[in-house]
């Protein structure tokens, strides 16, 4: 069964909205105008009715022929008057003259309501008396007792008075068509941004080109400026992903680089061992030292990639403690004396105290060692490291720097590059793994900070990064 489009649907709702609204406003104003006909000639009678009344006090004579002589004078074609006391016994008629056969008019209604509020009306209503259908109008005069009714014929010619004016339904109807077009006309422009992003949506879901030229030029409007930025966003979206893809398969193929050479290192030494079973055992030793090594180096690169891949697909999962930086950068200090000793380096811990951070023990504690080890291994025998702090208002600016050889100022744009070195055998025979400093800028990044690197014009690097408190 086809569904039909939500364009259709809410066409359809408002047409029907606005319809019955039309309706009600035809019928209301119908009923209004008619309302205000009744009472232009209820008006009119109840006017004829007080006139009559002041000329028979003028005449000062009030009889059948005073009566006769003024309605005669005085009253509308086929008007019939009928003059009746409070008790409901007629008068006077001037169309029915025997009135001892004339029934009492007490219980007619536009009598009862004279009596109760002076005045009463009376549409479309059949006379007993003259057996014709009325429109009455009766007015009581308490003070002379008696009750002038004044009535005309419901015939065509009071009909047509009565009936309303047809022209506001002329108005409705055009303003309903006027409507229907313009409502038809914007459904239709929603309408085709809809069918436009659910083609769209249609071919991103079973992985089809996408263009946005494709899928046709939009109304110049907020609705279609909105379906089209969507596009234009999942476009964005999709192009970044492309290139995490193209870069993903960059970092797997350095990582597969970066593995082979110490699985190679390993396995031929190994090879040399087994197939050389007499070789000496200062040799044997030798090379065995020399495997571990670059086990060492194998399990140093997995743990670094380990922690890049924690960085990048579950930053949310890195759980956040309060860490005291003077205790973890004292305890680093103490692991690298050796390190520092052999190339008579020179740390100084130049920190404040009571430097707290809320992060991440593991992360922060990869960033202050991998700096020190980064200086301790390139910067050179002799110089002097030194790590001092600012506080901000909302961070911690550290200043992490040196005197040594510092780096070429080419070579700075992509010193943070995973596997980048500036000095790639140098480097290996570090022991390096080319992850440390990549490890340092995602820790900081997720820290809420930023870190910046440059070259001392006396000589030596410095690293100036901050981390959020």
Known sequence: MRKTSVGSRLYMSVMAIFLLFAAAFIIFQHHREKMYKISLLE?????????????????????????????????????????????GKVLFDNIRKDYPNISNHANREEIRQALKSGVGSTVDRNSKTVLQDYFYSATYFKQDGYIIRSALPYNNDLTQALRADQHYIWFALIACFILTVVIYRFILRLSKNITN??????????????????????????????????IKIYKRLESTRKEQDILKRQLTQNIAHELKTPVASIQGYLETILDNPHIDEETKHRFLKRCYAQSERLTSLLRDISTLNRMDDAPQLIGFEDIDINELVQNIHKETVLQLDERQMTFLNMLPEGIKIKGNRSLLYSVFRNLTDNAISYAGTGTIITLQAKEHADNWEFTFRDN??????????????????????????????????????????????????????????????????
């Open 43 to 87: 008006t009119k009678l109840q006017g004829f009715n007080v006139r009559m009344n002041e000329g028979l006090h003028y005449k000062g004579k009030i009889n059948e022929h005073t009566l006769t002589a003024y309605v005669k004078a005085k009253a509308a074609k086929h008007m019939r008057v009928t003059v009746i006391s409070p008790k």
């Open 197 to 230: 992003l659910k083609i769209f949506a249609y071919r991103a879901d079973h992985n089809e080109i996408l263009n946005v030229e494709d899928l046709g030029e939009f109304p110049d409007d907020e609705l279609g400026e909105i379906a089209e930025r969507i």
């Open 404 to 469: 040594g050889i510092g780096v070429s100022q080419e070579y700075l744009p992509r010193i943070f590059e995973r596997f980048y070195r500036v000095d790639k055998g140098r480097s290996r025979k570090m022991g390096g793994t080319g992850l440390g400093l990549a490890i340092v800028k995602n820790a900081i990044l997720l820290h809420g900070g930023q870190i910046h690197v440059e070259n001392i014009p006396t000589g030596g690097l410095m690293f100036r990064f901050t981390i959020r408190k």
